[in-house]
T-cell receptor, first 115, second 114 residues
Framework: NAGVTQTPKFRVLKTGQSMTLLCAQD?????MYWYRQDPGMGLRLIHY???????AKGEVPDGYNVSRLKKQNFLLGLESAAPSQTSVYFC??????????????FGEGSRLTVL | AQSVTQLGSHVSVSEGALVLLRCNYSSSVPPYLFWYVQYPNQGLQLLLK??????LVKGINGFEAEFKKSETSFHLTKPSAHMSDAAEYFC????????????FGAGTRLFVKA
């Protein structure tokens, strides 16, 4: 059981380049989330999805786009990378609304550097 | 608005000493509170969670946390620190609306000295 898998794990971009981070979960979870982690700031929510075909903005959505075409996958895109997007990105998932406690299951992270 | 504040970005204890990591929350409704742990170069994993069933919550690896409504606190403790406890710890609160988003504190890095 793989859980939540993120690819790639490391990437270096030049300013202005684009890229997509892939998150895949095999737990049949309804909700999926993309966070970024920066020193001293904890995890900040970028975008999230409450089910296949849905997406919504989190705290820091600017410069990012997402898609959830399949229930198991949640893609995070950077159309024109900026140095401020240098960060570690985490994908997380949880069961649907009927599961009250809302424990999140995390991937191992994707470290992105924008030069 | 729901949020959490972790007091102290770094905490250092000796092996065998008490671990106390502080978290205060703000919430207008009974919250769902969590502690997550992150080991180096890994994702976060759940340590324990409060869901109103009991105010003292026991988690993995000997950690526990007590929900105190009067103090709006959910501090994490462990009686005796082990070297393997060195990690970053995050307090979090789950919102009750809008995708049930989880809001994280800034994190506290725990150092354990031999």
């Amino acid at each position: 059981n793989a859980g939540v898998t993120q690819t790639p794990k490391f990437r270096v971009l030049k300013t202005g380049q684009s890229m997509t981070l892939l998150c895949a979960q095999d737990m049949n979870h309804e909700y999926m989330y993309w966070y970024r982690q920066d020193p001293g700031m904890g995890l900040r929510l970028i975008h999230y999805s409450v089910g296949e075909g849905t997406t919504a903005k989190g705290e820091v959505p600017d410069g990012y786009n997402v898609s959830r075409l399949k229930k198991q996958n949640f893609l995070l895109g950077l159309e024109s990378a900026a140095p401020s997007q240098t960060s570690v990105y985490f994908c997380a998932s949880r069961r649907g609304q009927g599961e009250n406690t809302g424990e999140l299951f995390f991937g191992e992270g994707s470290r992105l550097t924008v030069l | 608005a729901q949020s959490v504040t972790q007091l102290g970005s770094h905490v250092s204890v000796s092996e065998g000493a008490l671990v106390l990591l502080r978290c205060n929350y703000s919430s207008s409704v009974p919250p769902y509170l969590f502690w997550y742990v992150q080991y180096p170069n890994q994702g976060l994993q759940l340590l324990l969670k409060y869901t109103s069933a009991a105010t003292l919550v026991k988690g993995i690896n000997g950690f526990e946390a007590e929900f105190k409504k009067s103090e709006t606190s959910f501090h994490l403790t462990k009686p005796s620190a082990h070297m393997s406890d060195a990690a970053e710890y995050f307090c979090a609160v789950r919102k009750n609306t809008g995708g049930f988003k989880t809001i994280f504190g800034a994190g506290t890095r725990l150092f354990v000295k031999a």
